[in-house]
């Protein structure tokens, strides 16, 4: 069923004009038509110029958020190549110089909550101070620009001030959470050879400390490039390994200096991502100085109307996107709220406790632990204040028409709810928020500004109305340099411009609604396909997880006899059967919300559905494993033990 035929007449919110008229967004509108005649009250008209006009409108984002470094005479050369496009030439800057701007010295720039309820303040001094410390041991290692620094972290300031230490200097910085095992970790670090790495001695889940000590000593040994080992004793019960330096000894050797940032190319490599790699090794993914902090900066300055002083918090691992994707806000003059642990330990209100207490104005999550708040019957209104909170953004999966509701029913009524999508592969978003616009029930708002997203057939013919691919048409500063070890492109050209060529494929399932917003299904390679018709998974999904008696599902579909079949596989609630019963409910509640088509042919009951390490369903992996394949990197999966649950299941075999 199209969502088009659910669109309902009243939006679930609407910003009052007092918040449009003090948006940044509108002011960027008023500002542009005033100098070259861009739309000034219609949405979807400036969106259209944004893209016609993109030279221009990134040439305007640079001026108005104040970008410090050198912009150079051009904006764009070869602007039509897709890829091949080069975004402001001649431009000189520095990321941490810009995200380290002048503020005053005792404005916090970073508080930090540990879920055991450790905490840490750093002023913006502090904060300068321990950056410039960090710098001078990195250079005292050797550390020049281009080198790689690693870090194997928890979400905590020390992370931080690393990667501003090592960006200040030019180098490139790549991070893994400290859930992942070693073989995940040399999968990714052992591509990219780095030169120092930033170890964690353990980390703090679900009420238990977790040492890493081992884990790092096996990392060190087996990355000869590694010249340098920093410890951070993250957790102070367990001591440091004597074969490793100390953070705060070897900090503490150096006084604090005067900040000196190498200016780089705007298209100089500042981080290297990882994809999930669960279809073999992780793809090492370049993103830029001038593109990530570009990007960033129209995401947050005006998508989401993050504001100067802003306390600003993302749920999240240093192992996701969203991670550099948070740290960007300082370029705003924010305060970072950090928060490393179980968001549900001892409970689920316990960042909600943070947002109180902390005051933060813009609040992120995932879709997954929005619908967990949900499932579990949580009310933070009734005893929560909530009233500092203007944005809550949610992403890493599509978030159900009935968790929108939730959030506006037992969060918060006068709220922007933010969904936004896009990815690790452009360090930012597609499709996204916008404070000017109403939030309508089951939808992202619209398009990134400047981005021409469209949705095609399988023919490459622009579709409306109904499910397509997710592309982007025109070229924009965060693509990716490129992937590492990739000398001639071929592996990043096939990944993202072999299906549709000249433009940008992105791999999700969406539609584009008469709203003009939009609604993901799933990934294209996750869709199903009986009798050929393709389908998303997020449409089961919602019929499915809205069932009291089912915790969570994932949804594939399984070759047989020549076609595909659906199969469903459910986490049952305490205490719960899979009675027939039950499967003759769930199957008929798809049929009539969905089609027959989205009806399972097999209902099966497992303890858990596989995840990345970010949280996302793995529905490749179960299939494959269905399917009897070898999954060639267990070790992206946060739970890979449970697909021995999925394996040579005697029902999927009749």
């Not at 939006?11 to 509108?29: G, N």
């Not at 006068?414 to 109403?438: E, K, M, Q």
């Not at 021409?452 to 109904?466: C, K, Q």
């Not at 986490?571 to 049929?591: C, E, F, P, T, Y």
Request: aromatic fraction near 10%; glycine fraction near 8%; hydrophobic fraction near 40%.
């Amino acid at each position: 069923m199209s969502v088009n035929a659910e669109l309902v007449d009243t939006p679930l919110w609407s910003p009052s004009k007092v918040r449009v008229d003090t948006s940044a967004m509108t002011a960027l509108m008023h500002g542009l038509a005033a100098k070259y005649g861009a739309p000034s009250n219609d949405d979807a008209e400036f969106h259209k110029w944004s893209v016609g006009y993109a030279d221009v409108f990134w040439s305007a984002v640079w001026d108005d958020c104040n970008v410090i470094g050198d912009k150079g005479a051009r904006v764009v050369e070869a602007q039509d190549q897709i890829p091949g496009a080069r975004w402001f030439p001649d431009a000189r800057l520095n990321y941490a110089e810009n995200l380290l701007r002048p503020r005053p010295d005792t404005e916090d720039a970073i508080v930090f909550r540990r879920e055991d309820g450790v905490t840490q303040t750093l002023t913006f001094k502090s904060l300068c101070d321990d950056v410039s410390r960090c710098a001078q041991v990195l250079q005292g290692a050797g550390i020049v620009k281009g080198d790689r620094v690693a870090a194997y972290m928890p979400n905590c300031p020390e992370t931080i001030i690393a990667m501003l230490a090592a960006t200040s200097l030019g180098a490139i910085f790549s991070s893994a959470s400290p859930d992942f095992g070693v073989r995940g970790v040399l999968d990714r670090f052992g591509q990219i050879e780095p030169k120092a790495l930033i170890a964690t001695n353990g980390y703090v889940y679900s009420g238990r400390v977790h040492d890493r000590r081992k884990q790092v000593e096996d990392i060190a040994q087996n990355l000869p490039s590694v010249s340098l080992v920093l410890s951070v004793p993250f957790v102070s019960d367990l001591e440091s390994s004597s074969a490793f330096s100390t953070w705060g000894r070897e900090l503490a050797k150096h006084e604090p200096a005067k900040l000196d940032f190498t200016r780089v190319p705007f298209d100089h490599p500042l981080f290297i991502l990882f994809s999930s790699g669960t279809t073999g090794a992780p793809k090492c993914i370049v993103h830029s100085h001038g593109g990530t902090l570009l990007q960033h900066l129209k995401e947050h300055r005006y998508h989401l109307d993050i504001k100067e002083q802003d306390r600003v918090f993302y749920f999240t691992t240093c192992g996701w996107m969203m991670w550099n994707w948070l740290v960007s806000a300082l370029a705003l003059r924010t305060t970072l709220c950090l928060f490393d642990g179980s968001p549900a330990h001892p409970h689920f209100s316990v960042l909600f406790d943070y947002v109180d207490e902390e005051q933060i104005s813009f609040f992120g999550t995932s879709a997954k632990f929005i619908d967990a708040l949900k499932k579990n019957g949580v009310c933070l209104r009734t005893n929560h204040n909530l009233s500092s909170i203007r944005t809550i953004a949610s992403t890493g999966s599509p978030l159900s028409p009935e968790a929108f509701d939730y959030v506006y029913t037992d969060i918060k009524a006068d709220v922007h709810l933010a969904s936004i999508a896009g990815g690790t592969d452009i360090i930012g978003c597609f499709v996204t928020g916008n404070p000017r616009l109403p939030v309508w029930h089951g939808e992202i708002q619209g398009p990134a500004l400047a981005m021409d997203v469209v949705i095609f057939g399988d023919g490459g013919e622009r579709l409306s109305g109904e499910p397509g691919e997710l592309v982007c048409a025109n070229s924009f500063p965060s693509m990716p340099v490129g992937f590492w070890n990739d000398p001639d492109g071929s592996r990043y050209r096939s990944t993202y411009f072999s299906q549709f060529p000249g433009v940008w494929t992105h791999g999700d399932w969406v539609e584009h609604t008469a709203a003009g917003g939009f609604v993901i299904y799933g990934r294209s390679d996750a869709t199903l396909n009986p009798g050929g018709v393709r389908i998303g998974t997020a449409e089961i999904y919602r019929v499915v997880e809205r069932h009291p008696s089912i915790q969570a599902s994932l949804v594939i579909g399984q070759d047989w006899q020549g076609d595909v079949r659906v199969i469903l596989f459910v986490v049952l609630s305490d205490g719960v059967m899979l009675s027939q019963d039950l499967i003759n409910d769930i199957k008929a509640s798809i049929r009539k919300e969905c089609s027959p088509r989205h009806t399972p042919e097999k209902i099966l009951s497992v303890s858990d559905v596989p995840r990345t390490r970010s949280g996302k369903i793995s529905e490749l992996a179960a299939r494959d494993v269905v399917h009897g394949r070898v999954i060639k990197n267990t070790e992206a999966l946060a739970n890979a033990d449970v697909l021995d649950q999925y394996r040579a299941r005697p029902e999927l075999s009749d």
